[in-house]
């Protein structure tokens, strides 16, 4: 027997996730709108942008002023997270005014030193001086690749509990687990979440999806089943890192609210806004949508 939550929380990350991997620059005014938009819809919390080299990422940056005008604007109403893949980063995210920091380490050393020029080592070392200057800043501690790699393949489970271990020990306050490159199966869903639940039941850990091979709200479901109530989606189903060959976009935020609801799980969003979300990139950002329910409210138009 399936056992579901009656409730979920669903964090919006298509500011960040879903940008960064457009090449065409995108207005500093279009981004704040995206925003402004989302936080209409009801998100709690919101991954604003993320504080890494431009050269890295190009379409991040205007991070610290996205970040600080959209504090002004809704500070207090919404939580905004940056995401930071070194100690310089978290530094500057700090600085410029976030809410909480969600600092990168992957299960793959050979993704970690693509993703962010350290090894694994160096990684969690950084993150114990973040942990240390965090003051009242939530840390997140996200684990990419933790379930496949694109170089090293699928990941050891007790690799990645070891690396959660890790980071809980060094101070962060949530640990998310990103199936990086979107093709996990509800099987490792299982593998990895059910020992994790036993070790830690006190964690309220995150999942931050790729849809890849389309198995994304099919992995959604079975992590609810083992107690998962918390989620990243991305508005349009934008998304994928451009240090993960072949990663496509994020489970659309749309999809996953629609499933949701239909199943009488509380999200405490408005579906019909994160739609007209949806219109508005489709129609600013000219490219053609993702998602399921994005497209089907293109055709209806």
Same mark, same amino acid.
């Given at each position: 027997?399936?056992?579901?939550?009656?409730?979920?929380?669903?964090? @919006?990350?298509?500011?960040?996730?879903?940008?960064?991997?457009?090449?065409? +620059?995108?207005?500093?005014?279009?981004?704040?709108?995206?925003?402004?938009?989302?936080?209409?819809?009801?998100?709690?919390?919101?991954?604003?942008?993320?504080?890494?080299?431009?050269?890295?990422?190009?379409?991040?940056?205007?991070?610290?002023?996205?970040?600080?005008?959209?504090?002004?604007?809704?500070?207090?109403?919404?939580?905004?997270?940056?995401?930071? +893949?070194?100690?310089?980063?978290?530094?500057?995210? *700090? @600085?410029?005014?976030?809410?909480? *920091?969600?600092?990168?380490?992957?299960?793959?050393?050979?993704?970690?030193?693509?993703?962010?020029?350290?090894?694994? @080592?160096?990684?969690?070392?950084?993150?114990?001086?973040?942990?240390? *200057?965090?003051?009242?800043?939530?840390?997140?501690?996200?684990?990419?690749?933790?379930?496949?790699?694109?170089?090293?393949?699928?990941?050891?489970? @007790?690799?990645?509990?070891?690396?959660?271990?890790?980071?809980?020990?060094?101070?962060?306050?949530?640990?998310?687990?990103?199936?990086?490159?979107?093709?996990?199966?509800?099987?490792?869903?299982?593998?990895?979440?059910?020992?994790?639940?036993?070790?830690?039941?006190?964690?309220?850990?995150?999942?931050?999806?790729?849809?890849?091979?389309?198995?994304?709200?099919?992995?959604?479901?079975?992590?609810?089943?083992?107690?998962?109530?918390?989620?990243?989606?991305?508005?349009?189903?934008?998304?994928?890192?451009?240090?993960?060959?072949?990663?496509?976009?994020?489970?659309?935020?749309?999809?996953?609210?629609?499933?949701?609801?239909?199943?009488?799980?509380?999200?405490?969003?408005?579906?019909?806004?994160?739609?007209?979300?949806?219109?508005? *990139?489709?129609?600013?950002?000219?490219?053609?949508?993702?998602?399921?329910?994005?497209?089907?409210?293109?055709?209806?138009?």
């Amino acid at each position: 027997m399936l056992k579901f939550p009656e409730t979920i929380e669903i964090i @919006e990350v298509c500011p960040r996730d879903g940008f960064q991997n457009i090449k065409t +620059p995108i207005p500093t005014a279009i981004k704040i709108e995206v925003i402004d938009k989302l936080v209409d819809c009801g998100f709690r919390w919101i991954e604003a942008t993320s504080f890494v080299h431009p050269k890295a990422i190009p379409q991040m940056a205007d991070a610290a002023e996205v970040l600080q005008i959209v504090k002004e604007k809704h500070g207090g109403r919404v939580g905004f997270i940056a995401l930071a +893949p070194n100690l310089y980063g978290a530094q500057r995210a *700090i @600085e410029a005014g976030a809410d909480a *920091i969600t600092y990168v380490v992957s299960a793959s050393e050979k993704h970690n030193l693509e993703n962010t020029r350290q090894t694994v @080592e160096q990684s969690l070392a950084a993150f114990t001086e973040v942990c240390k *200057i965090k003051g009242n800043r939530k840390v997140r501690f996200a684990l990419a690749t933790a379930f496949d790699c694109p170089f090293a393949g699928p990941m050891n489970p @007790e690799q990645v509990i070891k690396l959660v271990e890790a980071g809980l020990a060094a101070g962060a306050d949530e640990v998310m687990l990103a199936d990086t490159i979107g093709t996990a199966t509800p099987l490792q869903m299982e593998n990895l979440l059910k020992p994790l639940a036993v070790k830690y039941p006190n964690i309220s850990f995150i999942l931050h999806i790729h849809d890849t091979q389309g198995m994304g709200l099919a992995n959604i479901v079975t992590a609810m089943n083992l107690g998962i109530t918390r989620f990243e989606s991305a508005a349009f189903g934008l998304g994928g890192c451009p240090f993960a060959p072949g990663a496509a976009g994020n489970i659309a935020t749309e999809d996953l609210v629609n499933m949701m609801h239909k199943m009488g799980i509380k999200t405490g969003l408005d579906y019909d806004k994160i739609i007209r979300v949806a219109r508005y *990139i489709e129609d600013k950002l000219g490219i053609a949508p993702v998602g399921h329910m994005a497209r089907l409210a293109s055709c209806a138009l």
